[in-house]
């Protein structure tokens, strides 16, 4: 009758295994929109304007250079838009990217 205790040990390991979150990281991004975990991303046009975009390695909104067309939607006209959708999401107001056709 030696299972008993070893049934038991394992459905406490079992339960506090389970309260843990299976990826820490994937938590924390959990309220950024995915769009911000794009990387940034010039286009292929020739322009040269200056916007933001969500830098998820710094987890800051870092500048960039736009060619003008395509690109991704990481791509903010303003550095507070980029940080209130990306930086902080609940602490800000969140608004959608520029359109980028």
């Known amino acids: 009758m030696k299972i008993k205790p070893i049934f038991g040990v ?10 843990l979150p299976l990826n820490a990281e994937e938590d924390e991004y ?9 990387g940034e991303d010039p286009g ?9 975009f969500y830098n998820n390695q710094s987890e800051k909104c870092d500048k ?7 690109g991704n939607p990481n791509n903010f006209d303003l550095l ?5 959708t990306c930086e902080n999401p609940l602490n800000g107001t ?3 990217p520029v359109n980028l056709t």
């Open 94 to 96: 969140s608004t959608q």
């Open 10 to 19: 394992s459905v406490c390991l079992l339960l506090t295994c389970a309260s």
């Open 44 to 52: 292929p046009c020739r322009g040269y304007i200056t916007r933001y």
């Open 30 to 38: 959990s309220n950024i929109p995915d769009f911000c975990l794009l």
């Open 80 to 84: 507070e838009e980029c940080k209130n």
């Open 64 to 70: 960039f250079k736009y060619g003008g067309c395509l």
